[in-house]
């Protein structure tokens, strides 16, 4: 499905701030996997996402999604298979639009836009109906201007908008990290389910170890730019945020550093 | 008799105010839908009087002068936008740039600084008559919202709209960015374009002053509409860019009339702007400030404290 090979990437190359990011990453994602990635400061998790969504471009290795070699192909092309939740609530929606409008948007992701109306009484109907699926009562405000929401409607209706027409592949990237608990633990929930229900593979960059733990079926520990432990289904099962604290220091011989880290409740 | 001549004066002034509404749009569409401060308009502003009027002078049928204005116009806002996009080149200076380049480019098409158009038939001739320019250009111009308000609608008008609101999220979408803005520059260049080209047929000459200050005139039209008429909707906000720019010839000619002298009114327009801009602004700091502190009361009174 997702497929990373040997992937690097250097950041200010050639000054004093130097820096790989990204340090041969191999990554092998299977129809169907949920993977979490967990890492300290500067591990390299978000520029991996950016790599895989054309963000950025790798300096060295490939990526392919479905076999196909997209390393270099432009990340509007790119996004025909990948649907993203940014962190920042405000990233993920037009705040002057209205929510059907953003729907919209979202609807014809991968298609090719024309001078067709976006909005007909049926993509309403079908809208509504996906919005009550999220039981946020964003269903009866759809003509509502997004910007009035609050972070965690504009994280689900994001969310929403990011899955509805079943990409190949989903990245979040820790797109519950700036939500307060209550809300960031309903995304968490909504995520859960909607990733469930459409079988959808899915790339999840998270701060939170519990989250890490409790979602997906394998998880990945990343730090200074490399892929340092990788957790399969069977060990997944009996992990817990005390061993996954041990295994980094044992690895690393150093403590776990990350000043927005939750290690769970 | 003074009643009637003021009379005269504002129908002369809302027929201005109609055909300066369409440059009005066009401004409109950079600025607040693309947000791309786009400077270009003085010199397309002048692109499409210049091409009207060589159109027209050289026999072709007003009408297609016109049509020949507005693609002029399309051509010029495509270029900015090529540069801005492929080029990198900061939007204002892409605007700028073009502006100067399309100075040259209009003493071209015209071959002189000045064209008359005095004793040709132009596409308003047939509308002489007391009221019948003025309804008719009332049509001409709700058509031409009616289609910019249905294009703003279409999977390619929301992906524009969007292009404005929040590039990063359409581009994950899967649209070219780069795409939208050269449409939407284009488009909007075309529009001025084609008002350009009306007044030039309106005044009876094209000359290569008349587009100088055009941004600022637009500017002042969308933010004096936007400010008195609304902008909760789209539909609502070209409305609003309309009858501002009607609204703003008006403002003009009072100014005229109470003897100002006609070399102030470009400062005039400046001041304008400038005292729209800051109102709005000033006002809803303060709007925010007192609703904060009654909730801020508010919430003492009760006694309780939320938590962080």
């Keep these: 499905m997702l497929k990373a090979e040997q992937v690097c990437k250097l950041f200010n190359a050639g000054t004093a701030d130097e820096k790989f990011a990204l340090q041969h990453v191999n990554l092998e994602l299977h129809e169907g996997d949920f993977v979490t990635i967990i890492g300290s400061n500067g591990a390299g998790k978000s520029t991996l996402m950016n790599v895989i969504s054309g963000v950025m471009?790798?300096?060295?290795?490939?990526?392919?999604?479905?076999?196909?070699?997209?390393?270099?192909?432009?990340?509007?092309?790119?996004?025909?298979?990948?649907?993203?939740?940014?962190?920042?609530?405000?990233?993920?929606?037009?705040?002057?639009?209205?929510?059907?409008?953003?729907?919209?948007?979202?609807?014809?992701?991968?298609g090719r836009r024309g001078l067709r109306l976006g909005l007909g009484r049926r993509r309403r109907e079908?809208?509504?109906?996906?919005?009550?699926?999220?039981?946020?009562?964003?269903?009866?405000?759809l003509t509502a201007r997004v910007g009035l929401l609050s972070g965690g409607e504009r994280q689900a209706l994001s969310l929403l908008m990011a899955t509805f027409m079943k990409p190949s592949l989903l990245l979040l990237d820790e797109h519950t990290a700036a939500l307060d608990?209550?809300?960031?633990?309903?995304?968490?929930?909504?995520?859960?389910?909607?990733?469930?229900?459409?079988?959808?593979?899915?790339?999840?960059?998270?701060?939170?170890?519990?989250?890490?733990?409790?979602?997906?079926?394998?998880?990945?520990m990343m730090d200074k730019g490399r892929i340092i432990l990788d957790i399969g289904p069977d060990e997944k099962g009996i992990l817990t945020v005390d061993k996954l604290l041990r295994e980094f220091e044992r690895l690393r011989g150093e403590k776990f550093v990350d000043d927005r880290v939750v290690l769970g409740s | 008799m003074l009643g009637g001549a003021f009379l005269d004066v504002l129908l002369k002034s809302f027929e201005a105010g109609l055909i300066y509404a369409i440059m009005a749009l066009g401004v409109y569409m950079t600025f607040r839908i693309l947000d791309f401060p786009d400077l270009t308009v003085d010199g397309s502003f002048t692109t499409g009087a210049a091409i009207a009027a060589v159109s027209i002078v050289?026999?072709?049928?007003?009408?297609?002068?016109?049509?020949?204005?507005?693609?002029?116009?399309?051509?010029?806002?495509?270029?900015?936008?090529?540069?801005?996009?492929?080029?990198?080149?900061?939007?204002?200076?892409?605007?700028?740039?073009?502006?100067?380049?399309?100075?040259?480019?209009n003493l071209r098409i015209m071959g002189k600084s000045n064209i008359s158009l005095l004793n040709q038939d132009t596409l308003l001739t047939p509308l002489a008559g007391q009221y019948t320019l003025a309804i008719i250009m009332l049509i001409f111009i709700l058509v031409i919202r009616l289609l910019l308000n249905l294009f703003l609608r279409t999977e390619v008008g929301l992906a524009l709209r969007a292009t404005g609101d929040n590039p990063r999220m359409i581009r994950s979408f899967g649209v070219h960015t780069d795409h939208t803005i050269i449409i939407g520059v284009s488009l909007s260049n075309g529009l001025v374009a084609l008002s350009g080209g009306l007044v030039a047929q309106y005044q009876g000459y094209?000359?290569?002053?008349?587009?100088?200050?055009?941004?600022?005139?637009g500017l002042a039209s969308v933010i004096i509409g936007e400010a008195i008429f609304g902008h909760k909707t789209i539909a609502r906000?070209?409305?609003?860019?309309?009858?501002?720019?009607?609204?703003?010839?008006?403002?003009?000619?009072?100014?005229?009339?109470?003897?100002?002298?006609?070399?102030d009114l470009k400062l005039l327009t400046a001041g304008i702007v400038i005292i729209a801009l800051i109102l709005p602004m000033t006002e809803r700091s303060l709007r925010e400030r007192s609703i904060s502190r009654k909730r801020a009361d508010e919430l003492l009174r009760k006694g309780g404290h939320l938590d962080a």
């Design chain 1, 57 to 110: 471009i790798p300096d060295i290795g490939t990526i392919r999604i479905q076999g196909m070699d997209v390393t270099t192909m432009p990340e509007h092309v790119r996004s025909k298979w990948i649907g993203r939740v940014f962190q920042d609530p405000m990233a993920g929606t037009a705040p002057s639009m209205t929510i059907e409008e953003n729907l919209a948007l979202a609807f014809a992701r991968g």
């Design chain 1, 126 to 141: 079908w809208f509504r109906s996906q919005l009550e699926d999220l039981g946020l009562g964003l269903e009866d405000r």
């Design chain 1, 181 to 220: 608990p209550a809300r960031a633990e309903m995304v968490t929930r909504l995520t859960e389910r909607i990733v469930r229900d459409s079988a959808l593979t899915t790339l999840m960059v998270t701060h939170n170890m519990e989250q890490a733990i409790r979602l997906g079926n394998r998880l990945i």
């Design chain 2, 58 to 105: 050289n026999g072709l049928p007003p009408i297609i002068g016109t049509i020949l204005a507005f693609a002029g116009g399309c051509i010029a806002g495509a270029l900015t936008g090529i540069m801005h996009t492929k080029g990198k080149i900061n939007p204002l200076l892409s605007g700028i740039l073009m502006m100067i380049a399309l100075y040259s480019i």
């Design chain 2, 206 to 217: 094209a000359d290569i002053q008349s587009g100088v200050g055009m941004i600022v005139i």
């Design chain 2, 237 to 263: 906000t070209t409305m609003a860019v309309i009858l501002g720019a009607v609204l703003y010839r008006i403002i003009i000619a009072i100014a005229l009339q109470l003897e100002l002298n006609a070399t």
